[in-house]
């Protein structure tokens, strides 16, 4: 707590005399209507304000010399302006032109969340997604922040509208990754290996996806990464537990990034107490690599190398024997990416490959499991308008997984193999059909032939929106999804069938004086669920697709960044009811993921004399289901999920470079949480059934850091 309160301290303090500029300026457009909410910033940096409601803006930089000014707003294109700042007052007035693609489309939003820094129905940037309260940089953290998701912070990851953590499936550039996540360990949530800023565009489905993309029962994430790199840069981040060194070269037309960090949680848990018995703590050390070059007018040729090592190990309470059992865990993976994307003719051509490496070995005491994962998939898809108001969108994927598992035994050898081998083919087409300016139709269907079964799927889909003003719309989607069961049911029994969910959404929303109001309703409806007599039974004849259940619900979405000057205010809310009989369930119930009511409240203010931002989250989560074997079938809950996060982010300049002071705290107040409890096998000597509760690794998590941006820009 001290090093808290020193940080703090440190980062509120830490406040820069420079000799300023001073900006000031208007936002138009090309028919000289000002602009109200653009956003105004120096490029690669946090520093910055919006326009207000007669397009006027000013503020006063703490930057100097050669500087780029970009004036953006949704539904136009950006602006740049190069600059030079010094000690005097420079007046600007920008005109934004409209981004036609976007601004007056109808777009289709049953069951899409868009964040992103262009689209006009985007509802978070990447900035959002980078300095989310609760977040700490993790992407899929900062979308638990959206309606339709469960709290996880005992999980990790996305559990989106009753489906588990294998049901979202996360896409780059439109191709699968097969393994976004950290390991999972147990009482330990998974973290997601991708940074944010490597993307310039997220779509997070909750529901009702594109035919484009398959074998996800739940949600898709789909994340776009960016184009060129604009200069050279060399960034430093220390973290209190991590560093993070990223470096860019540019040239003309190619530019190369490289992302090297390195994570010890060992200086935390010194600091902080933990709830687990952490034999070494959490290490992990990642490589990115990107290259990206422009080829042609059009042409977009990207590459992605990721790698990362991680290890560590924990002394696990055995409720059974009474003593704690040492669980420790390797992995190294590799993923690999390449796409290219281009117009050829009247046809807009977007191919890729993805090769994947996963080995992760856990060992229990003196025995050891073993899972080796290798996948591949090359893509095509081409899109075209043969009419001005019809799009055509089809192609197809192969895709190639091999997964093998062994049971090591005294680490002597191996005792027990188990393995499959498939390959998939799939094949979709898609319209999207503009009726008159108010009606936009997406029919499409998808075709997939599993290797594993012989079996073929073909999951039709539908959307469509309809538009009721020119700030509000409807929407509908409704579609058949499949999924094949995970590897931990595959490596037992290969003839097992996909797992199969029908989707209906209805969707109103509003996006008008920058606030956007939303509310979804939806209905899931499962069948062939995998179910089995219990977990790691390896006779095939005990799984079978006899699984089925149910999700419904509705989603609540407001954010207003108008009513408050240098103010960010949002709120979502989701209630689901939902029950299922799958896995080793003896009856139909809730799923012990599944919290029916979800809040999450969040505020950002920018405080432009000490140019720094302020946010704080609240989340609140109703209990979660659980049953206690000592008083039979009945279903229990824990007590009430509340978390208050608060997060500081100040801006300043150290030796000429722009620097950030950051620092997070997540469960500010304390809260004793718990997610349910875990029980013995068997009865003890008085005949009840031993248990423990399911808790955080941590009460609370802190988080400081210092960001150092080394920018040497070249001109070609």
Partial sequence: MKTFLLAIIYITLSTSLFCQSVIIGSILTKKGKPVAGANIYFKNTFQGTSSDASGHFSFKPILSGEQVLIASFLGYHSHEEPIVLVNDTIHFSIVLTEDKTHLNEVVITAGIFEAGDEKKSAVLSTLDMATNSQGFGDLYMALNSLPGTSTADDEGGLLVRGGERYETKTFIDGLLVESPYTTKMPSVPVRGKFSPMLFRGTIFSTGGYSAEYGQALSSALILNTTALAKDDETNIALYSSAANLTKIKKWKKISISSITQYMNMQPFYNLARSNIKWEEAPESLTETLVFRQKINQEGMLKAMGFFTSEKNSLLYPNLDTGFDDLVGNQNQNFFFLSSYKDQVGESILHTGISLNRDDTKMNVNNNGMKDLNRSAQVKLTVTNSPYEKITVKFGGDIYYKKFGREYLTDNKGTGFQWDYETINTSAFSELNIRVGNKITLRPGIRFEHLGLTKKACVSPRLSAAYQISAASQISFAYGKFTQLPEDNSLIYNTGLSCERANHLILNYQIIKDNRIFRVEAYHKKYTQLVKYNTLYATDPTTYSNAGSGYARGIDIFFRDRESIKNGDFWLAYSFIDSK?????????????????????????????????????????????????????????????????????????????????????????????????????????????????????????????????????????
């Fill in 580 to 716: 299922r009989d799958y896995r080793d369930f003896e009856f139909r119930h809730v799923p012990g993921f599944i919290t029916k009511h979800n809040l999450s409240l969040q505020y950002k203010h920018y405080f432009e004399k000490i140019d720094s931002y302020f946010g704080t989250n609240y989340n609140f989560a109703s209990g979660r289901p659980y049953i206690d074997p000592n008083f039979g079938d009945s279903v229990l809950e824990t007590k009430n999920y509340h978390n208050l996060s608060v997060s500081i982010f100040h801006f300043t300049e150290w030796f000429g470079k722009f620097t950030m002071l950051h620092i997070q705290v997540s469960n500010l107040l304390g809260f004793n949480h718990i997610f349910g409890y875990r029980f013995a096998g068997n009865t003890g000597l008085e005949g009840n059934y031993l248990s423990l509760p399911i808790l955080p690794p941590s009460k609370r998590m802190i988080v400081f850091g210092i960001y150092i941006c080394l920018q040497n820009q070249t001109q070609f």
